[in-house]
């Protein structure tokens, strides 16, 4: 957790609330697809939540994975490991910005802080959950792993109508307006006129 002292009060309470978030059964899930999508070359991390990190923190694993999602050219042309802390964040912001070409959106991004020291593996989780789903819902060839362990993200179903079908359309009252079927007023008296009550 990058040389930081504990937190006290306030914001020891929200990085209690950030830590809770994270999903033990989603790291072993993403761990076992990273392994699927890039080989055995990437290692397997250590136990535990700060396994993990540490195993992504230098970047270099994301950016094989982001490379093992791309045919023809590699959005990260060099990766190389290294201790140097800007070394590494800098191959993290690279999967970052491969990540958004790719196509992943700026709300599912994390920061690059969040990996690197730690402060919000959760996010990590979420990032590469929307990278999963999107890689899953391209059926380009270049997925590798049990498609199930992602969701399949919607796509669109474009429909083309004529003039004449939004012509006919207008005519038509929708059913969230009620429907004029089977009303009728046959039987019923007007307001107000008094009971006809005839004496044989």
């Not at 950016?63 to 990766?79: A, D, F, H, R």
């Not at 399949?152 to 307006?177: P, T």
Request: hydrophobic share 30%; glycine share 10%.
């Amino acid at each position: 957790m990058a040389n930081k002292g504990p937190s006290y009060g306030l914001s020891r309470e929200v990085q209690s609330k950030i830590d809770k978030k994270y999903d033990q059964e989603l790291e072993d899930r993403l761990t076992e697809w990273i392994i699927a999508q890039c080989g055995d070359k990437v290692g397997r991390p250590d136990t535990g939540k700060t396994g993990w990190q540490n195993w992504l923190k230098d970047g270099c694993v994301l950016c094989e994975l982001i490379n093992s999602l791309s045919c023809g050219n590699k959005p990260v042309k060099k990766i190389q490991t290294s201790s140097m802390a800007f070394k590494q964040m800098e191959q993290i912001s690279q999967f970052l910005n491969a990540a958004e070409k790719y196509g992943i959106t700026k709300t599912d991004m994390f920061q690059t802080v969040d990996l690197w020291e730690g402060k919000d593996l959760a996010a990590v989780q979420r990032t590469l959950m929307a990278l999963g789903s999107l890689a899953v819902t391209r059926e380009d060839g270049t997925y590798r792993g049990d498609p199930n362990w992602f969701h399949k993200k919607a796509s669109e179903n474009r429909r083309d109508f004529s003039e004449d079908q939004l012509n006919e359309g207008k005519s038509v009252i929708g059913l969230q307006m009620g429907t004029n079927k089977g009303a009728s007023q046959a039987g019923m008296t007007g307001y107000g006129r008094p009971r006809q009550i005839l004496n044989p």
